[in-house]
């Protein structure tokens, strides 16, 4: 009713505004209650709870690395490091998509590939592309790191769709940050507005507090990968 349109035909970017509008959506969904429980072949149920998992896994080790931030036992540098280990950004269906090279086998991997070629929206695969294109000129950057000429590819990349589809784009890249825990949330809100001004490199390595605190740990290599090494080694830009 929000959209005019069955839900099936909603893009990423409306499913998760109409959850965060309708709690009980939400919650069918994750309860399989309703149409939910009937919706969708084995494959789709499977992958629904697939998907739901490999985020799970991002936000929890997001947050953790945040509060571990937030006390002071560890610096921007070293936050920064520990997103290498999730693919921040994507949809729940494409940070599956690489959580399944590392997590599943190949036949498993081709069958998420050719259900996102079939039921992908094609703003959906535009903003796909653009975090494909993005995390391969992270992973390929040396330092120092040429931002310029990577903002510029990244808009060249955006400006070769129309409008609406760029527009959907810049929604899209930081509308993930919406549903994250609590101190995650606060923490990404405040490393994407202190990239745009430059205040996010201030007192990059050092430490909010020099009292002792916890220890950190850093999460399992098993979660949600960026794909590759390199440049995601030292930090991330956004």
Same mark, same amino acid.
């Not at 921007?76 to 280990?85: F, H, L, T, V």
């Given at each position: 009713a929000d959209y005019g349109q069955n839900y099936s035909e909603l893009n990423q970017l409306e499913i998760k505004e109409l959850r965060r509008n309708h709690t009980d959506l939400a919650e069918m969904e994750l309860k399989g209650e309703g149409e939910f429980a009937d919706r969708g072949t084995d494959f789709e149920q499977w992958f629904f709870n697939y998907q739901q998992d490999v985020i799970e896994r991002r936000d929890n080790g997001l947050e953790f690395a945040a509060q571990a931030l !937030?006390?002071? /036992?560890?610096? *921007? =540098? !070293?936050?920064? /490091?520990?997103? *290498? =280990?999730?693919?921040?950004?994507?949809?729940?269906a494409n940070a599956a998509m690489y959580s399944a090279k590392n997590d599943l086998d190949p036949d498993s991997v081709k069958s998420i590939e050719n259900w996102l070629s079939e039921n992908q929206t094609p703003e959906d695969k535009a903003l796909s592309d653009y975090w494909d294109l993005y995390s391969d000129l992270m992973d390929k950057s040396s330092l120092p790191v040429d931002w310029d000429s990577i903002d510029a590819q990244l808009k060249t990349f955006i400006e070769k769709y129309d409008s609406e589809t760029q527009e959907y784009i810049k929604r899209g890249i930081d509308d993930w940050i919406n549903d994250l825990p609590e101190t995650a949330k606060k923490v990404e809100l405040e490393r994407a507005a202190g990239i745009e001004d430059d205040s996010w490199w201030d007192g990059y390595r050092d430490k909010k507090v020099t009292t002792p605190s916890p220890s950190y740990v850093q999460p399992s290599s098993d979660t949600t990968q960026t794909g590759g090494t390199g440049f995601f080694d030292t930090y991330v830009r956004k």
């Open positions: !937030e006390n002071g /036992s560890i610096s *921007k =540098y !070293e936050y920064d /490091s520990q997103r *290498k =280990y999730y693919r921040t950004g994507y949809s729940a």
